[in-house]
């Protein structure tokens, strides 16, 4: 409770500290019109005091324990004010106005280097600051307070200076130029600075940079001028009309600051908005995979993608698959913690989620959501990888089979033939000698001439040749040729990928080896599928399992109806 009456009564303090200088000022104002900045005009007055307000409120309510943005900006609001007090007319403020006249625009400047995102200065912003406020309050505030004697330099009018240390018209006037000289330097310096950041920036913080970003450089770049303007008399003038002009014009840039942080405040309570109703909408229980085209819509970046962290360590997509983060330089990647832990990865246009608030509201609002996707995801992942295993197997069970293949083609089977001819030349040598040796021999080779053609049948059937050398097209010829029930009436004469022309292929040996009588195959690729139909009219339920198997390592389909086989594959063509 005490607590929150702290926080309450901190963030009500700009708009009292607001109410006593804008008193105080209108008093001063209307007391010497004549001598103030604001001249004769009230409509001017109120629109100082207007501009003034706009601040003030646009401080209130950014306010935020510990976030320098509104401090500097309300304190920019009020050095404003206190520059009216530079005159005969302040009494007891006059002091205090000799010393804030120009402390606003080195305030304004912070403020919009610092940011509602709270940016970190860096070294060059931090010396230049340090430079505007030395000029500002140092040279053209203390130091000149310091020699300036009301009544020695004829100010008969003047109150009395608090801070008068020892009179020298000559000194104040050195100090005076001295100060409006730096002021003209580090104004111009700002403006640039400003502008090299803002296009640095990404679009994205660009977009909340910009709208505070140009007017501020616009109202600290005419006070640079104003600066420049009074360098010849030392002083800038109450009665010089140009002064009061810049001033004007400076006024609008402070308003036009007040303007932005609305504007920027306005954004971002309607993506807020936009992802409070993303989460309303993700209560109606959307399918798998829906957040990221919601979330997508609800930040405008259509190529937005959520990756998740898995235990592990490693990232992946939303299909499970394992992926990396973007490399610098590329996409953004924002990454959201939950419990400490990094868990998601949202990968966006660059500088889309530079808005630390924006992201903290993200990871709050759709927590729930985005764990509920990572755990769709990762089982997806485990599904995934145990596809790939599968696939695997059956790819490591191919080429053991290949590798088989070739050992019986060229060692069994050659050796064998070898003993085949050994025995004809033995034959011959004999000739009609020994008829009975002659006999036993002759009927020794026709059981190794039978071994060989075994021996090829079991190659073959291993893996065939033509499969790997020629595709599935000549591989199913060449069956049929052995096994004229196998007719290929309709297969494409095209290559594709080495797993699905021998899953294919073995689907259609497995339904040749059950079936009695004869078994069709009709295929055809189109969209990236190659489609098969394996009519064998008979029961194929003993080797489905060995069929789904194959096909499913390769990311296919197979079904059975009425005696036919379907099968559907990617072929990647």
């Known amino acids: 409770m005490i607590c929150a009456e702290r926080a309450a009564l901190e963030r009500s303090s700009p708009a009292v500290a607001f109410v006593a200088v804008s008193a105080a000022t209108v008093m001063i104002v209307r007391g010497e019109p004549h001598l103030s900045l604001a001249g004769d005009s009230a409509a001017a007055l109120a629109a100082e005091l207007l501009v003034a307000a706009l601040a003030i409120a646009a401080a209130t309510a950014t306010w935020r324990a510990g976030a320098a943005f509104p401090v500097l900006l309300a304190a920019a609001a009020l050095a404003w004010l206190a520059a009216q007090w530079n005159t005969p007319g302040a009494g007891p403020a006059f002091t205090t106005g000799l010393v804030l006249y120009a402390a606003w625009p080195p305030l304004l400047a912070a403020t919009a280097l610092r940011g509602l995102d709270e940016r970190p200065l860096g070294r060059p912003a931090a010396i230049l600051l340090a430079v505007a406020f030395v000029s500002c309050v140092g040279l053209l505030g203390l130091a000149s307070a310091a020699v300036f004697d009301p009544d020695a330099q004829g100010c008969v009018h003047c109150p009395t200076n608090l801070l008068l240390v020892a009179g020298d018209a000559g000194l104040g006037l050195a100090l005076s130029r001295a100060g409006l000289a730096l002021t003209a330097i580090w104004t111009a310096a700002f403006a640039v600075l400003a502008s090299m950041r803002f296009v640095r920036s990404s679009p994205a913080r660009r977009r ?93 970046d259509p190529s937005l993608q959520l990756l998740y962290r898995l235990e592990g360590g490693e990232w992946i997509d939303g299909d499970g698959r394992q992926t990396a983060l973007p490399a610098a330089g590329g996409r953004g990647a924002t990454l959201v913690r939950a419990g400490g832990e990094e868990v998601l990865a949202v990968v966006h246009r660059p500088g889309l989620l530079d808005d630390p608030a924006l992201v903290a509201e993200l990871a709050t609002t759709a927590s729930l959501a985005l764990e509920h996707e990572r755990l769709h995801a990762a089982r997806r992942a485990r599904l995934e990888e145990l596809r790939a295993s599968r696939a695997r ?71 065939p040749t033509v499969l790997a050398d020629e595709g599935l097209r000549a ?99």
Do not use: K
């Open 208 to 300: 909340v940079a910009g709208p505070l970003l140009v007017p501020a450089v616009a109202a600290v770049a005419l006070f640079g001028v104003s600066a420049v303007h009074g360098l010849d008399r030392g002083f800038l003038s109450y009665y010089d009309e140009t002064d009061r002009a810049l001033r004007l014009a400076e006024a609008g840039g402070l308003g036009l600051v007040a303007v932005g942080v609305a504007v920027a405040r306005l954004r971002s309570r309607r993506t807020r908005a936009a992802l409070a109703r993303l989460v309303l909408d993700i209560g109606t229980a959307p399918a798998p995979g829906e957040l990221r085209e919601r979330l997508a819509d609800s930040l405008g």
């Open 393 to 463: 197997i059956v790819a490591a069970a191919d080429v053991e089979r290949r590798a088989l293949e070739r050992d019986l083609h060229d060692g069994a089977q050659q050796r064998l033939v070898a003993v085949a001819l050994a025995i004809r030349l033995a034959r011959h040598r004999i000739g009609a000698d020994d008829p009975a040796l002659d006999a036993g021999l002759a009927a020794a080779e026709a059981r190794v001439r039978a071994a060989v053609v075994e021996l090829r049948d079991v190659a073959h059937g291993l893996f």
């Open 475 to 573: 591989a199913l010829d060449e069956l049929s040729e052995h096994a004229p029930r196998l007719v290929p009436r309709a297969v494409p004469a095209g290559r594709f990928p080495g797993e699905v022309e021998s899953a294919a292929y073995f689907a259609a040996v497995e339904a040749l080896r059950l079936a009695e009588r004869e078994v069709t195959v009709d295929a055809v690729a189109e969209n990236g599928r190659l489609r098969l139909v394996i009519g064998a009219s008979t029961a194929l339920d003993a080797a489905m399992t060995q069929i789904r198997d194959r096909v499913g390592a390769v990311g296919g389909t197979v079904a059975l109806r009425d005696g036919e086989l379907r099968l559907e594959m990617p072929c990647g063509s």
